[in-house]
T-cell receptor
C-alpha cells in the first residue's frame, strides 16, 4: 500500500519570506500523480499544485512550486513571498496512475503559520 | 460554476441514531468520492463512484456505512447505529474521469456523536 509522510507537523514563516514543506511517499508504482492541497481553518480543501510522475519538470503555480525527486520519492512544496492568506494546513497526497485505485492517499499535514 | 456542495454542514446526534449526509458534485464530474477526516489527520478514503457504480470501498467502511449514487448525480452516505468513533468530518470530492484529474472538495459535514 502507498504511504505519504509529512514529517513537519508545524512550520512558521514570516510574511514575504520563503518556506518549504516536506513530503515523502512510498510506492512500487512507476506512474502516479502527486498533489498539494491547502485547508484553511473551517474551510474547504483547495488544490494548490499537481505533479505527474512521468514529467521531470517541476510544477509551478505562481508563488507555489515543487521539488519532485522521483528516485528519492520526495515531493516538497516551496511557497515564495509568503502571505497571511497562506496560513493553513497543507496536505500532500498521492494518486496511482492508469489502472490503479482512483483514491487519494494523504499525509498527516503540516500546519503553516505566517507571521508579520 | 458551482463547487461541490455538502449538506448538512454540522450534525449532532446521539449514539445509536442513524444519520444521512448528502453530496452534490460539480455537475460535469462523473467521479464522486467520500473521505473521513479526524482531528489532526489527513482525510482517509471511504468509497468512490463512477457515475452510479460504486467501484471501490475501503475496509474503513464497516457494515454500518452505506453510500449510494442512484442516478449518477448526487450521493448520500448513511451511518447506522452511530458510535462515538464515528465523530469526524466527512468530506465529499468529485472529479472528471480522466486519469490524474484533481479532486475538488466540498466544505464537509462535521458529525458529532453525543
Amino acid at each position: 500500500a502507498q504511504t505519504v509522510t509529512q514529517s513537519q507537523p508545524e512550520m512558521s514563516v514570516q510574511e514575504a519570506e520563503t518556506v518549504t514543506l516536506s513530503c515523502t511517499y512510498d510506492t512500487s508504482e512507476s506512474d502516479y500523480y502527486l498533489f498539494w492541497y491547502k485547508q484553511p481553518p473551517s474551510r474547504q480543501m483547495i488544490l494548490v499544485i499537481r505533479q505527474e510522475a512521468y514529467k521531470q519538470q517541476n510544477a509551478t503555480e505562481n508563488r507555489f512550486s515543487v521539488n519532485f525527486q522521483k528516485a528519492a520519492k520526495s515531493f516538497s512544496l516551496k511557497i515564495s513571498d509568503s502571505q497571511l492568506g497562506d496560513a493553513a494546513m497543507y496536505f500532500c497526497a498521492y494518486r496511482g496512475g492508469i489502472g490503479t485505485a482512483s483514491k487519494l492517499t494523504f499525509g498527516t499535514g503540516t500546519r503553516l503559520q505566517v507571521t508579520l | 460554476d458551482t463547487g461541490v456542495s455538502q449538506d448538512p454542514r454540522h450534525k449532532i446526534t446521539k449514539r445509536g441514531q442513524n444519520v444521512t449526509f448528502r453530496c452534490d458534485p460539480i455537475s460535469e464530474h462523473n467521479r464522486l468520492y467520500w473521505y473521513r477526516q479526524t482531528l489532526g489527520q489527513g482525510p482517509e478514503f471511504l468509497t468512490y463512484f463512477q457515475n452510479e457504480a460504486q467501484l471501490e470501498k475501503s475496509r474503513l467502511l464497516s457494515d454500518r456505512f452505506s453510500a449510494e449514487r442512484p442516478k449518477g448525480s448526487f450521493s448520500t452516505l448513511e451511518i447506522q447505529r452511530t458510535e462515538q468513533g464515528d465523530s469526524a468530518m466527512y468530506l465529499c470530492a468529485s472529479s472528471l474521469e480522466y486519469e490524474g484529474q484533481p479532486q475538488h472538495f466540498g466544505d464537509g459535514t462535521r458529525l458529532s456523536i453525543l
